[in-house]
RNA sequence: GGCCCCAUCGUCUAGUGGCCUAGGACACCGGCUUUUCAUGCCGGUAACAGGGGUUCGAGUCCCCUUGGGGUCACCA
């Protein structure tokens, strides 16, 4: 098969933002697909109309945007399998179906939901392994039919062939299935929708996918996958199926680790993409990191662009092993991605990041957002930038408070230690900054200079006093650039605040 | 529980029978740099799950045990 025929897809679900552990998979495929120059399709499995989420699939795209990972087909772009939509495509399923039905290799069947569930749970509490027991004889076609015209509930099986079934696995070899566990399955729900199973099949062949590349809890829908795919002629692309991300406690990553973080009082962990979007990382950077769970480029390297990964990504380097979310490498993968991205991309990035928090930085132009950036050596992640740059759209009431400090703790050992001697470097720097005119960072770091070596003061005694009294803390950017950015009336306006504050304690 | 998959430092991994005295990265510990936080730099601790084979030789191949995971829907 010629590479350029290599046709790939993501089929998620619309039922929220773009899970992490999904993010990984589409990865993969785009890669695949963009290292031959293969088409990566989107499509979107909105064959469950009770988990349907309003808006998700807006909110999937959006994630994807963030990522990067661009569809060669799909919402939006359309193209030439369109629609991609599966509720769009509901008489195909039938058309199929019907195909089966007619060849014998499905049936119509009669039970309920409720009634399969009963014999499930007898089976449990028994200790009995359930399986699904064909109905003999079938119904017929018409048999099904008038059941249905009745106003019966009645679903399409599909007929297992008997057989065990092998699969072929780009990372796991051959996995062989064994038949007696492999029972009939529903491809037409009694709603008259198809199962994931059989629109998945019936669309991977429309849409001529030629390697499917999904997570490994698929595994072992996969004979099922084949057995249709058989009997109704169609090719069987290339599987592969990657390893699964956990989080570190060793359990799947999921949304409700988020829920039960917040009713114990913890900091939400980042489970989704847009989770990670929020809490200012690099869309870089994350894929760089979740490119690397699962997959590694043989050598000692780590760290690779995008560009770099699509040459050098290939399937069969995936291993088999299941990977934990490390957050503290993500971070520190991050922290790297941000001392080396270029000031322009990493402004725009940034001001994504405000935007998505709605933050109050935003009233900023972006000379003063990329010196902000540039003031914040060493950032982690872009919510770094934006705790260093509080004081400065914080009100001086704020800061200076008339109920007391804000944080006690820097008063007593920045200011009050030694008799109190923090504040009269303040008092005495206070007249210099009062009369100074060069209000840049390079200049007020000059004059701190000047004023340590007239004084005999070190750095630290200058900058710590200064730093505690225009932030209310004693952690800012280095300090000629916090008063730079802070701008010289609020800094004197701070400085005399936080004077008067002892005087009045 | 049945079936299936997996198994190298705490974590992600390199390793495809001799190059392994098991390499890298993150974390951790120690030191240095430093006006705060953070960055940065240098150094260190740390792993082949256990037991049997095969072989001149096994982290690498086979079997068993143990452990972990996935899956058993009219969800995807």
Redesign the pocket.
């Known amino acids: 098969m010629s590479d350029r025929l290599v046709r790939v897809r993501f089929?998620?679900?619309p039922?929220g933002y773009l899970h992490i552990g999904g993010a990984r998979t589409v990865l993969y495929n785009w890669l695949v697909a963009r290292k031959v120059g293969g088409t990566f399709i989107l499509r979107i499995?909105?064959?469950?109309?009770?988990?349907h989420v309003e808006d998700s699939v807006g909110k999937i795209l959006e994630d994807l945007r963030w990522l990067g990972l661009t569809w060669d087909e799909g919402p939006v772009v359309g193209g030439p399998c369109a629609p991609y939509f599966?509720s769009e495509r509901l008489d195909l399923y039938h058309a199929h179906a019907r195909r089966l039905l007619e060849s014998g290799d499905a049936y119509y069947?009669?039970?309920?939901?409720?009634?399969?569930?009963a014999s499930?749970e007898s089976a449990r509490v028994e200790?009995r392994?359930?399986?699904?027991v064909r109905p003999s004889p079938l119904p017929t076609i018409a048999q099904g039919e008038a059941a249905q015209a009745a106003g019966k509930?009645?679903?399409v099986?599909f007929k297992m062939p008997g057989e065990p079934i092998t699969?072929h696995?780009e990372?796991?070899?051959?996995?062989?299935?064994?038949a007696?566990?492999l029972?009939d399955?529903?491809i037409?729900?009694?709603?008259g929708?198809?199962?994931?199973?059989?629109?998945?099949v019936v669309d991977d062949e429309l849409m001529r996918v030629t390697h499917v590349i999904r997570?490994?809890?698929?595994?072992?829908?996969t004979p099922k996958h084949i057995a249709m795919q058989r009997a109704l002629k169609f090719a069987t692309p290339s599987y592969a199926?990657p390893?699964?991300i956990?989080s570190?406690d060793?359990?799947?990553m999921s949304k409700r680790d988020k829920e039960k973080a917040i009713k114990e009082g913890r900091t939400p962990p980042e489970i989704e993409v847009h989770d990670f979007r929020v809490s200012g990382y690099l869309p870089e950077a994350l894929l760089n990191?979740i490119a690397?769970?699962?997959?590694?480029?043989?050598?000692?390297?780590?760290h690779f662009s995008v560009d770099e990964l699509i040459e050098r990504f290939s399937i069969?380097?995936?291993?088999?092993?299941?990977?934990?979310?490390?957050?503290?490498?993500?971070?520190?993968?991050n922290?790297?991605w941000c001392?080396k991205t270029p000031p322009l991309r990493l402004l725009a990035a940034f001001k994504d990041f405000l935007a998505v928090n709605a933050s109050p930085l935003l009233k900023f132009d972006d000379a003063m957002l990329a010196r902000l950036l540039a003031?914040?050596?060493?950032?982690?992640t872009f919510r770094?930038v934006v705790?260093?740059a509080r004081f400065l759209v914080q009100r001086d009431e704020e800061v200076w408070p008339d109920g007391g400090p804000i944080n006690p703790d820097a008063v007593r050992k920045v200011l009050e230690k030694n008799e109190g001697a923090g504040y009269r470097t303040l008092e005495a720097i206070l007249a210099k900054l009062d009369a100074f005119a060069d209000w840049t960072a390079e200049g007020l770091?000059k004059l701190?200079e000047t004023y340590c070596a007239a004084s005999g003061a070190?750095?630290?005694?200058?900058?710590?006093p200064?730093?505690v009294a225009i932030t209310g803390?004693?952690?800012?950017?280095?300090?000629?650039?916090?008063l730079a950015l802070l701008g010289k009336d609020a800094t004197c306006a701070r400085i005399r605040r936080c004077l008067s504050a002892r005087r009045g304690a």
């Open positions: 089929a998620p679900s039922t499995e909105d064959t469950d109309r009770d988990r599966q069947a009669f039970e309920t939901s409720e009634e399969l569930e499930r200790k392994s359930y399986k699904y509930a009645v679903v099986r699969v696995d990372i796991l070899g051959d996995v062989v299935m064994p007696e566990e029972e399955f529903v037409l729900k009694s709603d929708w198809p199962t994931y199973h059989f629109a998945c997570g490994q809890e698929h595994l072992m829908n199926h390893p699964i956990f570190m060793g359990t799947k990191f690397l769970l699962g997959w590694s480029s043989g050598d000692d390297r780590e069969e380097r995936v291993g088999k092993t299941n990977a934990r979310f490390d957050r503290d490498k993500l971070l520190a993968f922290t790297d001392a003031a914040k050596k060493g950032l982690r770094d705790d260093s770091h701190i070190k750095m630290g005694d200058v900058a710590q200064l730093r803390s004693t952690v800012s950017p280095p300090i000629g650039d916090s």
